[in-house]
């Protein structure tokens, strides 16, 4: 957590000038798109969050279902 937060005051908060909340809900929900959809982590072997959880449930699929089912 405290990476991400890094992470995003570094990139965007330190870097605008906000002028209304609702402009920054848009910059924070842009940024925050952008961070799961489209950038790869190191921490999750260069994937993006999105493919990493796509893998993990296709996987994993089995596994789960049988555990809810219990």
Sequence with gaps: MESYNDKMRRELLNGELIDSVLEGQVLLDDWREDFNTYR??????????????????MENEGRVSQRVDR
Excluded: D, K, M, N
Aim: net charge positive.
């Design 40 to 57: 790869p982590h190191q921490s999750l072997g260069y994937l993006t969050p999105v493919e990493f959880a796509r893998r993990w449930r």
